[in-house]
C-alpha cells in the first residue's frame, strides 16, 4: 500500500513537472511570435508576388531576421491578416484601389498600407502580337479561332472576377478556363510554339512579357483598371516590429529591376534567385532598412 501511495504521488509530480513545462513552453512560442527580428510574410502564387516576398526574405535574413513565408489564396490573405490574433505580419501584392476592391471592403478597416512594391500594375486579356484582332470587342467574330476559351488563372484572383464581367459587359460568347498562374503561362507559350490563336488573362508585372511579344486587347468599356501591387499590413505591426516595417515602406521596384529579379528566381529558383539579385542590387535594397 505504501508503495502504491509513494508511486501515486511520484506520478502526481510528473505531471505537475509536465504541467509547467509546458506552460513555460507555451510562454516562450507567444513571446517568440513578438520578437521584433521575426517576420510573417503572406504571399500569392503569382510570379511578382513571389518575387517580392523572396527578395524580402533574402534581404531581412541579411539583416538577422528570421522570415516566416506562407502560401495562400489572396482572399484567405486579406481575411488572415484583418484578425486581431493574425499569425501573418505583410503581404507585399494587393491590387489596389481596383482589382481587389471588394477584398479592401471587406478587411481594409483592420488592415494598413504601408507602400507600393510597384505603382504601375495592369490587367486585361492579352494576346500574343501575331493575333491579327486588337479589341475585346473583336472576339466573338473569331470565337472559333480561340476556342471560345479565355484561360484564366485561379477563382480567387481579381482578374478572375473582372473577366467574368468582362464576358457580361461585352457579351462574349468564351468561357473562361480555370487553372493557375504557371498553368496560364504553359497554355500560353504552347499556342506560341504552335502559332495559334490564344487569349489568356493577363497581367504586368509579369515574366512573359519579356520571354514573348504580347499585347493587351484594347478594353473601350474599361473593366480592367490600373492599380498599384500595394504592401499591406496587419494593424499594429508597425509599432511591433519598426525596423521591418521600415524596410516594406521604402521597398520599391522599377519594371526593368522586377523583370531582373523574375529572371534571376526562373532561372535559379526563389531562393536562389532572389539571393542572387539582392546580392548584385545590395546598396539599393539595404537603402531600404534606414
Same mark, same amino acid.
Given at each position: 500500500?505504501?508503495?502504491?501511495?509513494?508511486? $501515486?504521488?511520484?506520478?502526481?509530480?510528473?505531471?505537475?513537472? %509536465?504541467?509547467?513545462?509546458?506552460?513555460?513552453?507555451?510562454?516562450?512560442?507567444?513571446?517568440?511570435?513578438?520578437?521584433k527580428?521575426?517576420?510573417?510574410?503572406?504571399?500569392?502564387?503569382?510570379?511578382?508576388?513571389?518575387?517580392?516576398?523572396?527578395?524580402?526574405?533574402?534581404a531581412?535574413?541579411?539583416?538577422?531576421?528570421?522570415?516566416?513565408?506562407?502560401?495562400?489564396?489572396?482572399?484567405?490573405?486579406? $481575411?488572415?491578416l484583418?484578425?486581431?490574433?493574425?499569425? $501573418?505580419?505583410?503581404?507585399?501584392?494587393?491590387?489596389?484601389?481596383?482589382?481587389?476592391k471588394?477584398?479592401?471592403?471587406?478587411?481594409?478597416?483592420?488592415?494598413?498600407?504601408?507602400?507600393?512594391?510597384?505603382?504601375?500594375?495592369?490587367?486585361?486579356? %492579352? %494576346?500574343?502580337?501575331?493575333?491579327?484582332?486588337?479589341?475585346?470587342?473583336?472576339?466573338?467574330?473569331?470565337?472559333?479561332?480561340?476556342? $471560345?476559351?479565355?484561360?484564366?488563372?485561379?477563382?480567387?484572383?481579381?482578374?478572375?472576377?473582372?473577366?467574368?464581367k468582362?464576358?457580361?459587359?461585352?457579351?462574349?460568347?468564351?468561357?473562361?478556363?480555370?487553372?493557375?498562374?504557371p498553368?496560364?503561362?504553359?497554355?500560353?507559350?504552347?499556342?506560341?510554339?504552335?502559332?495559334?490563336?490564344?487569349?489568356?488573362?493577363?497581367?504586368?508585372?509579369?515574366?512573359?512579357?519579356?520571354?514573348?511579344?504580347?499585347?493587351?486587347?484594347?478594353?473601350?468599356?474599361?473593366?480592367?483598371?490600373?492599380?498599384?501591387?500595394?504592401?499591406?499590413?496587419?494593424?499594429?505591426?508597425?509599432?511591433?516590429?519598426?525596423?521591418a516595417?521600415?524596410?516594406?515602406?521604402?521597398?520599391?521596384?522599377?519594371?526593368?529591376?522586377?523583370?531582373?529579379?523574375m529572371?534571376?528566381?526562373?532561372?535559379?529558383?526563389?531562393?536562389?534567385?532572389?539571393?542572387?539579385?539582392?546580392?548584385?542590387?545590395?546598396?539599393? %535594397?539595404d537603402?531600404?532598412?534606414?
Amino acid at each position: 500500500m505504501m508503495k502504491l501511495r509513494n508511486l $501515486g504521488i511520484l506520478l502526481v509530480a510528473a505531471l505537475l513537472t %509536465v504541467s509547467v513545462s509546458s506552460c513555460k513552453n507555451s510562454g516562450k512560442k507567444k513571446e517568440r511570435s513578438k520578437d521584433k527580428k521575426e517576420v510573417s510574410i503572406f504571399y500569392p502564387n503569382w510570379s511578382e508576388g513571389i518575387a517580392f516576398t523572396y527578395l524580402s526574405k533574402a534581404a531581412l535574413e541579411a539583416h538577422g531576421f528570421k522570415v516566416d513565408l506562407t502560401n495562400l489564396a489572396p482572399g484567405m490573405i486579406y $481575411g488572415e491578416l484583418s484578425k486581431k490574433d493574425s499569425k $501573418g505580419d505583410v503581404f507585399l501584392d494587393a491590387w489596389l484601389p481596383n482589382t481587389h476592391k471588394d477584398y479592401w471592403a471587406s478587411y481594409g478597416d483592420d488592415l494598413v498600407k504601408l507602400g507600393e512594391s510597384f505603382s504601375e500594375g495592369t490587367t486585361g486579356l %492579352v %494576346v500574343p502580337a501575331y493575333v491579327t484582332i486588337n479589341s475585346i470587342e473583336e472576339l466573338n467574330a473569331n470565337k472559333d479561332k480561340f476556342d $471560345g476559351e479565355i484561360i484564366g488563372i485561379g477563382a480567387g484572383a481579381g482578374i478572375h472576377a473582372n473577366t467574368l464581367k468582362a464576358i457580361d459587359e461585352y457579351k462574349l460568347d468564351f468561357e473562361q478556363i480555370t487553372s493557375s498562374g504557371p498553368a496560364m503561362v504553359a497554355s500560353l507559350e504552347k499556342a506560341i510554339k504552335k502559332q495559334e490563336w490564344v487569349v489568356v488573362t493577363g497581367w504586368k508585372p509579369h515574366f512573359k512579357w519579356t520571354k514573348n511579344d504580347l499585347k493587351y486587347l484594347e478594353d473601350p468599356k474599361g473593366i480592367y483598371p490600373q492599380d498599384a501591387c500595394t504592401i499591406i499590413s496587419r494593424k499594429g505591426f508597425a509599432q511591433d516590429k519598426p525596423e521591418a516595417a521600415t524596410f516594406f515602406k521604402n521597398f520599391k521596384l522599377e519594371e526593368a529591376q522586377l523583370y531582373e529579379l523574375m529572371t534571376a528566381i526562373k532561372d535559379n529558383g526563389e531562393e536562389a534567385g532572389a539571393t542572387k539579385w539582392y546580392k548584385a542590387n545590395k546598396v539599393l %535594397v539595404d537603402s531600404w532598412m534606414k
